[in-house]
Structures are given as structure tokens and as C-alpha cells.
């Protein structure tokens, strides 16, 4: 790990204190303040900044300070300025101002809106000349200018360039910008970073923004230390602490966002700044005055300096079933590409100081969980043994709750557990809610509690946002805390690079798939595959190399080998079964699934089984893509290239489905999915195919029947169903079909379909959710062929 030795040469923060205006610190001069939000139509101003501003501008109308609002983008102003005024119409006042006055408000606010497009130099030298000459025109004074950067951090260098060169204010005034998560991407990325924009701005005019800081709660947790200091010194130590937890748990899934989370994943979006900042404040030694942000800041550093290294051992990662399909789709990439961001991780942290040493410190956040919840909880040892009042309040957990919001509360909140001490309030701005819902809490009836509150529930970037107008520093990044931060996390994304996260489903249907436990220095899932494998491995050489191994997999058939050995003795169970169809009837009915896994089984077919009976055997296709059978996408195309081309079978006894007819691809009316099934009740037994090749999806699809999609088709045997990735179209045999076969093989290979394997063995049957478990022949044999990547890891 990187040593925090950054802060010799970078710039000190100027903090809450004052300061000279011009360098950016203390309360702003009296004059005329511009405001600039870069991106000012994107989800982010939309949601909050806009809001935030309209807030600033309220409380500030009547202090002597006067305002314009530019919203700047890369699009023209008749494109972006109606998109731009729908939503500053959009804006609210707060309960305690009056319909009439908020209606004045915003008719003023709007007026002192305008669109300006922001792309080129010369756009920022426009707007310069045109700030200039209103502040000329008006006669005002200028106090400073704002830019707040609504972009991604690519634009970052650029727009501070053009900032510096083109639209800086009048000598004597302030400037301000203010920069959006992330950060960078790693340590040397965030360096590179933090050196660029030093050539166009001092450190004390740029603004990191981690609009976590600007939580009531978190913003609070000093604060409540300070307060009853007397109660925490004797008990904030590894003596009394058992762990501290730090948690952030979201119920969304990524979508729309897939372009940044799939580069990013969950440790660098949320755990490297928002858990990671609330750890410095529960860890940090307190300052003696808190308004000093250089002492905040030194004390964030030293315990940068003492975090144990980290590596994958001290991780647990995870992705929820879906993501990789939205990858697929929203980046358009192949139905082959797998991508490895982890959408959950859990993460143990140790302080390598005394008082701290051998503490475990978890932080954890995910997508697709069980509840919208944030919350740091601090887990005391409790050295009451109760006899028999098992109920007592004494005999409960001791634990501290920084309780963020949303989850069963339903509101910001610091608990104390009764069995601890009570607190005192953080300020004037904080009540005691002393009347609760019936209502739990991490375990515990609320009112085992004491419970403070702020008495205004204040939104987190509308505080920060007046924050950064006063010049107060306290609640964001400086470079120092930036860089100290990636030097801590960058060995931990570098060590679990190319590592497959444990597939998750999602929501309450987790259950205790998430769950990990702490070994130590290491941490592991509580749950690992229950996969039964037999002693009795198969004869002869195989079994004394240990090449090839039979056992149970939910209950039915499994072979396990290294995959070259698999496949082998895949190809050897076809032609067996193959041979003794074509004894017992004369004719042999496969039916092959597409995929890239049984491209290896094909070519063994051709290069090592010239007696397999071809000529008495019928080839069907278990599902088809809706694209023209001779484009690379189609699994005919493959299935004909690598076998079909190369062994002697029939013209006749090869059976595409027909996807297109009329020069049409999967028209309903064109009735392919009939056509299909006809010719299978008319030339298959019983509509029983003698061998089923089946694949599994990493969502746990089949054929082509998706998860969430109707999987009970009645009588049919062959749909058209929709896949959630290009292209969506198919055509599929049934459940209803695949159940009747003689034998079903299922063909599961690689490492990356290691937490399939695992989870797999652990849901129980839901064809809706996971259509491989509604595979379960009625009279016929199901058997698993699993390599061993895929089987162990």
C-alpha cells in the first residue's frame, strides 16, 4: 500500500474559519454572485442541485447578496433551455415559507435564470463577457463565481482549463467549483487527476463534493462524540467494542447507469468515498475544535496511515442475477460477454493502532438487496451474563446507531441502547423523540432506545450546497483525503481483478446467500455449494488420474472432470445412447442447443466418433435466434459449421427451426412455432427426444426460457419467447417438451459459471425465476455435466 505522503506538497485546505475572499475562504463578500451548473439538465441537477440552489437563494435573497443562474450544457439553447426552465418550474419552497411568498420566490428565481451552451472556449469567453457586463450595467460588485461540474470526471481537466483561461472573475473576487464523484478510478488515475486540474486551480478553489457529508447524521457523529465525550472515552477502544459496521444497502438494480457502474462497481462507487468517510469520522481522534477542518483532516490522514493493508482476502464480492443481461443489453455486447463488476461486497478493515488493534471494522453495500437502508453501527461486548430475565434490557446488545435514513425508521436518527447511557443532544438543532411507532431497529423494539433526531429534515446537497457558498470546507474532499483513500483501496480492486462475484437473485429471495462471516484476518460467505460427490469415481485409468468423478448435484446425476475429459465422456454417453435408439427403433432424435460450450463436443463428435449412426439420426434445435440461418448469431449457423458440415447425415433428417418464412423473421402470423411442433409430433415418437443437450445461462436461463418470462406453455412445444438481450426474438422447445425426453444432459463449464453452480444447488425449484429447475424429466434421466472450473472454482 501506498504511504499518505501527499500532503507535503499539496496545497492546505482552507476551512470553516475566515478568510480573505479572494482566496476563497470565510463568508462571502457582499456582491453579486453567478452561479454555474455544467450539466444542468442531467438526472443529478434535476433531482437535487436546481433544488438545492433555489434554497441557497431563498435564505440568502434578503442578506444584501445579489444572483444570476446559468445553466450551461454541451447541447444548443433551443434544445436545452425548455428542458432547462420544466424543471427549475419543478422547484419547491420548504414548509415554513408562504404560498405567496414561495410563488414571488420562484417567479424571481426563474428570472434570474437563464441557458447558456458551454462546449468551446469561446462559449466560456461569451459567458465571461456577458457576467462582465451585467455586473458592469447594474453596478454591482462581484463577490465570486460558482461552477458547480455536473459532468463525468473525463471533462473535469478540460472545463477547468477553459474555466482558468476564459471565465475567471475580477481580481478580488472568489471562485469556486465545485467537482462530482469520482474521483478518479484508482490511485495513479486520481493522481493523474488531482495534477491536471492543479495547473488550472488552487486546491482552495475546488470543491470535492460527497453529498454524504452533507448527511444530518453523518455531518452529526463528531459532533455526538464531542457531546458526550465523557460517556464514549472510557468505552471507544477494542475492550469494549466488539465491531463496527457500516452499511448501505439500495433495492434499485443499475440500470441506466450500466455504462458508469459496469467501469466502476460498487467498492469504487460507494464504499471507496461515502463508508470509507463515515470509518475516519467514527475512527479519527477528535479535534479539540471542530470547526478547524485542518485538524479534522490531519486526524483523517493518521488513520489513513495506520489502515492494515488489504487484499481479496479481507473481501467478499457479489452481482445480482440480472446485471450481466443488462450489460449485454445496454452496452450491446454479445450474448458471450461476461462482466465481472461486482454489484455487492463486504469488505473487513483493521486499525493498525492500539486502540483499534485486532477491531473488526465491516463495511458493506450492495444493489439489489433487501431493503433501502444506511447506517453505521457501533456493536458493543456485553459482559452481563443474565440467569433469567433473559428480557431484561441489560442482558441486550449495547450498540450505537447512526441511522442515515429510509429502512423501518424511516427518518435520520442516532440510537443509543438504554443499556449504555443516555446521550446528550448534538445542539439546539437536534430533539429526543421520546413517542415511537411500534417499530425494530437492527434487531431491537425502538423503544429499548434513545432516539435523537434533527428537528428540520434537511436534504444532504441543499446543505452542502450552502456550505460551498460560505467557503466552509469541513464536509468535502480535499486532495490529501482524496488520494489517501485510493492508496488504501487500489491493492484490494487490483487483487480481485478477474475474480467471479457470487450471483445473487436479488431482493427478499437472497435470503442468507450475502451472509459472510470473519475468520480472523479474512473474510468468507457463511454458505458454499452443497454439491455431493461420491467416493466411487469411474473405472479404470480415470479413476486412478482422478480425471473424471460421478456424484449428485440437486439430487440428480452428475459427472465432474476437467472439461477436455468431460467433453469426451459426454460424446461417449451420446453415441451410447444414440446406438441403443437406433437398436431399439431404427432411429435416433437429438436436439442440440446453441451456446459456445458445446462447440468443443462437436468437435470431438467429428474428429474421434466416425461410428457414431448419423444416418439414422435426426438433429433438431432446442432454441433459435430470429435471425437468418446463415448469420453468425444464429445457432444453426454454428451447429452446421462445426458438426453438421463434417459427418455424414442425411439432407433430410436435419431440422432448423424456421424462424424465417415470407421473408420474415418470427412473425406470429407466419406460424413457425406450429410448423415446428408439427414436425415433431409427426416424426418423434411420442414427441420424446432420445437426447436433450442442454446449456445454462449465467441468470439461470435454458434453451431460450428467461427468468421472469411465462415458462408454463400448457401443451405447446415449441413458443416464440423474448430474450432480455440482443437479439430479443427466439424460438424454443418447451418445458413441456424437454420434460418427455429419454435423457436430458445439461453442460455447465468455466469458472464463471462457478457461483451459478453454487447457487444453484442452493434455490429451491422456480421455474419463473430459474428455468433450468423446471428441467425434470417425467419418466426419463436427467444428468449434470459440470467441469471442474465450474464446480470448484
Not at 446559468?70 to 414548509?95: H, Q, R
Not at 482549463?161 to 490511485?187: M, Q, Y
Not at 483513500?485 to 491493492?491: A, I, L, Y
Request: aromatic letters at 10%; glycine letters at 6%.
Amino acid at each position: 500500500m501506498w504511504k499518505v505522503v501527499w500532503a507535503v506538497w499539496l496545497s492546505v485546505t482552507v476551512c470553516g474559519h475566515r478568510a480573505d475572499p479572494e482566496e476563497g475562504g470565510g463568508e462571502p463578500s457582499l456582491g453579486h454572485v453567478s452561479v454555474v451548473i455544467v450539466g444542468s439538465t442531467g438526472d443529478l441537477a434535476k433531482k437535487y442541485l436546481w433544488q438545492g440552489f433555489f434554497q441557497l437563494y431563498i435564505n440568502q435573497v434578503s442578506s444584501g447578496h445579489s444572483f444570476s443562474f446559468y445553466g450551461g450544457g454541451l447541447s444548443p439553447a433551443d434544445k436545452a433551455k425548455p428542458i432547462l426552465f420544466k424543471i427549475l418550474k419543478g422547484v419547491a419552497c420548504s414548509k415554513d415559507v408562504s404560498a405567496e411568498r414561495c410563488a414571488l420566490l420562484k417567479e424571481q428565481f426563474l428570472r434570474l435564470a437563464q441557458y447558456k451552451q458551454l462546449n468551446t472556449t469561446k462559449h466560456y469567453q461569451e459567458l465571461n463577457t456577458q457576467l462582465r457586463k451585467q455586473i458592469t450595467q447594474e453596478g454591482l460588485t462581484e463577490a465570486g463565481r460558482l461552477f458547480y461540474l455536473s459532468v463525468p470526471a473525463f471533462a473535469y481537466t478540460d472545463i477547468a482549463k477553459k474555466i482558468n483561461g476564459s471565465c475567471r472573475p475580477a481580481t478580488g473576487a472568489w471562485l469556486r467549483v465545485v467537482l462530482e464523484k469520482p474521483f478518479g478510478h484508482d490511485f495513479h488515475n486520481a493522481q493523474t487527476l488531482v495534477t491536471d486540474l492543479a495547473n488550472s486551480l488552487a486546491d482552495k478553489e475546488m470543491y470535492r463534493i460527497d453529498h454524504y457529508l452533507g448527511k444530518q447524521v453523518v455531518s452529526g457523529i463528531l459532533p455526538f462524540r464531542k457531546e458526550n465525550k465523557k460517556f464514549l472515552d472510557p468505552i471507544w477502544n477494542k475492550h469494549h467494542i466488539e465491531r463496527i459496521e457500516i452499511v448501505l444497502k439500495e433495492t434499485l438494480d443499475a440500470k441506466g447507469r450500466i455504462s458508469f457502474y459496469d467501469q466502476y462497481g460498487v467498492i469504487r462507487d460507494v464504499i471507496q468515498n461515502h463508508l470509507t468517510e463515515v470509518m475516519t469520522l467514527l475512527t479519527l481522534s477528535l479535534p479539540a475544535n471542530l470547526s478547524n477542518c485542518d485538524d479534522i483532516l490531519q486526524n483523517k490522514l493518521k488513520i489513513f496511515s495506520v489502515l492494515k493493508p488489504l487484499d481479496k482476502r479481507q473481501a467478499v464480492i457479489g452481482q445480482y442475477q440480472t446485471y450481466n443481461a443488462e450489460v449485454q443489453q445496454e452496452l450491446n455486447k454479445t450474448k458471450d460477454h461476461v462482466s465481472l463488476t461486482p454489484t455487492f461486497a463486504g469488505v473487513m478493515v483493521h486499525i493498525d493502532m492500539a486502540q483499534y488493534d485486532g477491531l473488526p471494522i465491516i463495511l458493506t453495500s450492495g444493489k439489489m438487496l433487501d431493503e433501502r437502508v444506511g447506517y453505521a453501527r457501533i456493536l458493543f461486548k456485553n459482559d452481563i451474563f443474565c440467569v433469567q430475565n433473559y428480557k431484561s434490557i441489560y442482558c441486550k446488545p449495547k450498540q450505537i446507531i447512526f441511522y442515515f435514513g429510509h429502512g423501518s425508521l424511516h427518518y435520520p436518527a442516532i440510537l443509543v441502547t438504554k443499556n449504555l447511557f443516555k446521550p446528550q443532544l448534538i445542539n439546539s438543532e437536534w430533539k429526543e423523540v421520546t413517542e415511537h411507532k411500534v417499530v425494530s431497529v437492527l434487531g431491537l423494539p425502538i423503544s429499548d432506545y434513545y432516539v435523537q433526531t434533527p428537528i428540520v429534515q434537511k436534504e444532504a446537497y441543499t446543505e452542502l450546497i450552502s456550505q460551498l457558498y460560505h467557503g466552509r470546507k469541513e464536509n468535502f474532499i480535499s486532495a490529501e483525503n482524496l488520494l489517501a483513500s485510493w492508496s488504501f483501496w487500489t491493492p484490494l480492486l487490483e487483487s480481485l481483478h478477474g475474480s467471479f462475484p457470487r450471483i445473487y437473485p436479488g431482493g427478499a429471495d437472497n435470503t442468507n446467500l450475502l451472509d459472510f462471516h470473519l475468520q480472523g484476518q479474512e473474510v468468507k460467505f457463511s454458505s458454499e455449494a452443497v454439491v455431493m460427490i461420491s467416493q466411487d469415481m469411474m473405472g479404470g485409468a480415470a479413476s486412478t488420474s482422478f480425471q473424471t468423478m460421478q456424484g449428485k448435484y440437486k439430487g440428480t446425476d452428475m459427472v465432474s472432470a476437467w472439461s477436455e475429459d468431460l467433453v469426451e465422456r459426454l460424446a461417449a454417453d451420446m453415441q451410447e445412447s444414440a446406438e441403443a435408439a437406433v437398436r431399439e427403433g431404427g432411429t435416433f432424435h437429438l436436439a442440440l442447443s446453441g451456446g459456445s460450450s458445446p462447440i468443443a463436443l462437436f468437435q470431438r463428435l467429428v474428429e474421434h466418433h466416425y461410428s457414431f449412426p448419423w444416418r439414422d439420426t435426426h438433429v433438431w434445435l432446442v432454441d433459435e435466434r430470429c435471425v437468418p440461418l446463415t448469420e453468425v448469431d444464429s445457432n444453426f449457423f454454428h451447429l452446421h459449421n462445426n458438426l453438421l458440415a463434417h459427418v455424414r447425415i442425411p439432407y433430410t433428417n436435419i431440422h432448423p427451426m424456421p424462424v424465417q418464412l415470407n421473408q420474415r423473421l418470427c412473425v406470429e402470423e407466419d406460424r413457425g412455432a406450429p410448423l415446428y411442433e408439427k414436425d415433431i409430433l409427426h416424426l418423434v415418437n411420442t414427441s420424446s427426444f432420445h437426447f436433450v443437450l442442454l446449456g445454462v445461462g449465467y441468470d439461470g436461463h435454458t434453451a431460450s426460457l428467461f427468468p421472469g418470462s411465462q415458462v408454463n406453455h400448457g401443451d405447446s412445444l415449441v413458443v416464440l419467447t423474448e430474450s432480455p438481450v440482443k437479439p430479443h426474438q427466439r424460438m424454443s422447445l418447451t418445458l413441456n417438451v424437454l420434460n418427455r425426453a429419454h435423457k436430458v444432459a445439461v453442460l455447465v463449464m468455466g469458472k464463471s459459471k462457478h457461483e451459478l453452480v453454487t447457487q444453484l444447488s442452493r434455490v429451491k425449484d422456480d421455474p419463473k425465476k430459474w428455468p433450468i429447475t423446471g428441467v425434470q424429466p417425467n419418466s426419463g434421466k436427467l444428468v449434470w455435466y459440470i467441469d471442474y472450473d465450474a464446480l470448484l472454482g
